[in-house]
């Protein structure tokens, strides 16, 4: 059974970096995307970013990459701002499903 982890979410300070991290267990077949999301209070998942491209409000300040050796994808948050507060979500789609972790929450704030 696949299952993805996340974790590294916390409090964090405006102008601050945190780093999270997203393991990937289960046999794995055809991965298509690894993605990171972001679902704030309110409001709807909306796509962060893969190693390829990125959202506008997050170009220069995070950073995806991946260890194919750990089975793990991160995202580099760097210059974090009030507005980045949000559960992050990792996802991986493959040729058989879209999987999704159970999110780890990132608050910025004074």
């Known amino acids: 059974q696949v299952q993805l982890a996340e974790s590294g979410g916390g409090l964090v300070q405006p102008g601050g970096s945190l780093k999270l991290s997203c393991v990937v267990s289960?046999?794995?077949?055809?991965?298509?995307?690894l993605s990171w999301y972001r679902q704030a209070q309110g409001n709807g998942r909306e796509l962060v970013g893969t190693v390829f491209n990125y959202a506008d409000f997050v170009k220069g300040r995070f950073t995806v990459s991946g260890d194919g050796a750990k089975k793990t994808v991160y995202l580099q948050m760097n210059g974090l701002k009030p507005e980045d507060t949000a559960m992050y979500y990792c996802?991986?789609?493959?040729?058989?499903?879209?999987?999704w972790g159970q999110g780890t929450q990132v608050t910025v704030s004074s």
């Open positions: 289960g046999t794995i077949f055809n991965i298509y995307t």
């Open positions: 996802n991986m789609k493959t040729g058989r499903a879209t999987y």
